[in-house]
């Protein structure tokens, strides 16, 4: 099956600077790669998404980035906020027909030092 | 539109009792997936539902099942609780089908003692 690794598991950065997550996967027919942010206590929410004919996807401040030879996809937040602090969880799946359900990566805590 | 609820919120259960959850999906969406978080093993795929067939399922035993109604809300159950079940069980909804565009509702707090 679908195997995520999500890098880094924290990750700490000034505010107004930028944050970089990175994540990879093992499953060459994957084809659909969404970010979720996590607060405490609430629910995973969808920020930005990627499909496998896209390379690079961007709303506002953030953006995804997608390298489908080496199997890696990247979430790049720029001028980074105090309310950006959350846990940020990417994720993989193969969708078509079948709704194969999404494999998570283990979640990254980022932290913006003000 | 609402966005997709479950209940109860809070539930506390005891060794070897069973647990239903509920959810209802986002008025229109026929896709109900339902995730097991906890800190050790994260966000994990147990089931899906899509017009009341159970279309995948994840690497759970069987003591964990659910259904889909004809109105699309889903219950999943747990039988014989074990102390490792305790959990937040977060279930999410999806208008096209497939895993694209899935939204979570607020999950239900799990404790087994």
């Known amino acids: 099956g679908e195997n995520v690794e999500q890098h880094p598991s924290t990750l700490s950065v000034q505010e107004g600077d930028s944050a970089v997550i990175k994540c990879t996967y093992s499953d060459s027919a994957s084809n659909y790669f969404p970010w979720y942010k996590q607060e405490l206590g609430k629910r995973p929410q969808l920020i930005i998404d990627i499909r496998s004919n896209v390379g690079e996807k961007k709303d506002q401040r953030i953006a995804v980035t997608l390298n489908k030879t080496a199997k890696h996809f990247s979430l790049h937040i720029t001028e980074t906020q105090p309310e950006d602090s959350a846990v940020y969880f990417c994720a993989a799946s193969r969708s078509g027909g079948g709704a194969d359900g999404l494999t998570f990566g283990k979640g990254t805590h980022l932290i913006i030092q003000p | 539109k609402a966005g997709v609820t479950q209940t109860p919120r809070y539930l506390i259960k005891t060794r070897g009792q069973q647990v239903t959850l509920s959810c209802s999906p986002i008025s229109g969406h026929r896709s109900v997936s339902w995730y097991q978080q906890t800190p050790g093993q994260g966000l994990q795929f147990l089931f899906e539902?899509?017009?009341?067939?159970?279309?995948n399922k994840g690497n759970f035993p069987g003591r964990f099942s659910g259904r889909q109604f004809s109105n699309s809300r889903s219950e999943m159950n747990v039988s014989t609780l074990e102390l490792g079940d305790s959990a937040l069980y977060l279930c999410a909804s999806s208008s096209t089908g497939t895993a694209y565009e899935q939204y979570f509702g607020p999950g239900t707090r799990l404790t087994v003692t």
């Open positions: 539902y899509f017009s009341e067939t159970q279309r």
